[in-house]
Nanobody
């Protein structure tokens, strides 16, 4: 069974950090483009970070650029999202997703991602 499982969410104060994990089972992440998305209450799900198949290209949304870093541990078949300098606007449910569609680059086109995790809540509040 192909599955993505996110973990690492929680409550953090403004200016704090969290690391989200996205563990894959049933398939090898190295052969997929991986995206991180988030959805705040009342908002559409938005893409914030992605890496293409092969890992040569990583893109970030302007809202998180310079604060969030995406990485991968192929041996653990896990992708990470390190989030620093968090602010209340980062409060959302965070999802990882996998796609076979992006080779030379990656994009935040939600319909192109076939496999999705269940999401993990991140709340930034004092």
């Amino acid at each position: 069974q192909l599955q993505l499982v996110e973990s690492g969410g929680g409550l953090v104060q403004p200016g704090g950090s969290l690391r989200l994990d996205c563990a894959a089972s049933g398939f090898t992440l190295d052969y997929y483009s991986i995206g991180w998305f988030r959805q705040a209450p009342g908002n559409e799900r938005e893409g914030i970070s992605c890496v293409n198949i092969g890992g040569g290209r990583t893109n970030y949304a302007d809202s998180v650029k310079g604060r969030f870093t995406m990485s991968k541990d192929s041996a653990k078949n896990t992708v990470y999202l390190q989030m620093n300098n968090l602010n209340p606007e980062d409060t959302a449910v965070y999802y990882c997703a996998a796609s076979r569609n992006f080779f030379g680059n990656c994009y935040f086109t939600k319909s192109a991602y076939r496999y999705w995790g269940q999401g993990t809540q991140v709340t930034v509040s004092s």
